[in-house]
């Protein structure tokens, strides 16, 4: 057994069985819908948010897990003589990255390392297989931290948003954009620099245009890609999902194209039928 336990929390978004299958540690975030507040992916479901959101017209809130969140996840492993790697949410995103580092301070330095992943969704689940790889290899915690936070910038995300309602209901995009993008059938696409959300691109027509350009954007970059490993996200578009893995196994040199269904964060910020490419750039020395 690995004498580091690798985490993330429920943003990473990996495929199903793969937090099982590689032993990964999961800190959930939350959703909040007035009074009530669930774990994300344990207590709801993302088709029970657009279920309610359908209903109520409003999105819920999602809310970063506390430092004794972090502490009760860490401690068991801390007890049985385990270092921890943990990679967060974007800092720039969520409060989920400070309140893993005052949690980290309640340990004896060096137990417990906290990584800023500067990105989102499948995109840390990216850099938390990487981590699972070193750590399977006996790379020690730190070490495993560091090559974590020299890939992050090298990891490409990309998102086809199908519809404006969510960022508009989310505080994200003015009344009039939403209305414009509407009547125009705007498809933006989202990409993650720096740690923040930024518009790509914005194609105008069906949403199928901007998934093509998104591939097309992604295969024109495939020899630069590293070969381990391409994730594909949705939010109940599970069919064009596949359909994305299948072109990027036949056309990359990658050795594994997986999907992934988004969690609930995501799904609540983003909105039904979103999907998204994740790879890693191979770095400058390769």
């Not at 998102?159 to 209305?179: A, E, H, P, W």
């Amino acid at each position: 057994m690995s004498k580091v336990k690798i985490f993330a929390d429920s943003t990473s978004d990996l495929p199903a069985g793969w937090v099982e299958r590689y032993d990964i540690g999961l800190v959930p975030l939350y959703v909040v819908f007035g009074d009530e507040t669930f774990r994300d992916g344990i207590d709801i479901t993302p088709l029970e948010i657009y279920r309610r959101v359908e209903a109520e017209g409003q999105l819920p809130k999602t809310t970063a897990p506390s430092p004794k969140d972090f502490m009760s996840a860490f401690g068991p492993y801390i007890d049985q003589g385990m270092d921890i790697v943990y990679i967060s949410l974007s800092s720039k995103l969520s409060s989920t990255y400070q309140n893993a580092l005052i949690a980290a301070a309640e340990y004896p330095e060096g137990r417990v390392h906290i990584v800023d992943s500067l990105t989102l969704c499948s995109g840390i689940g990216m850099l938390v297989m990487k981590a699972v790889r070193l750590a399977e290899q006996g790379w020690e915690a730190a070490e495993i931290a560091g090559q974590v936070a020299a890939l992050r910038s090298q990891v490409e995300t990309q998102f086809v948003i199908d519809t404006l309602d969510y960022l508009y209901k989310g505080g994200r995009c003015s009344g009039m954009q939403n209305i414009m993008g509407s009547l125009l059938q705007i498809r933006p696409v989202l990409k993650m620099v720096d740690g923040n959300i930024i518009p790509a691109y914005k194609v105008r027509g069906r949403e199928e245009k901007a998934v093509q350009l998104m591939l097309d954007n992604a295969l024109a970059d495939k020899d630069q890609m590293d070969e381990d490993l391409i994730l594909v996200a949705h939010t109940l578009a599970e069919e064009e999902a596949h359909r994305l893995a299948v072109i990027l196994r036949e056309q990359t040199g990658v050795r594994e194209v997986a999907v992934a269904e988004a969690g609930c964060v995501i799904s609540s910020h983003c909105g039904p039928h979103t999907v998204a490419i994740m790879y890693t750039r191979k770095s400058a020395a390769s």
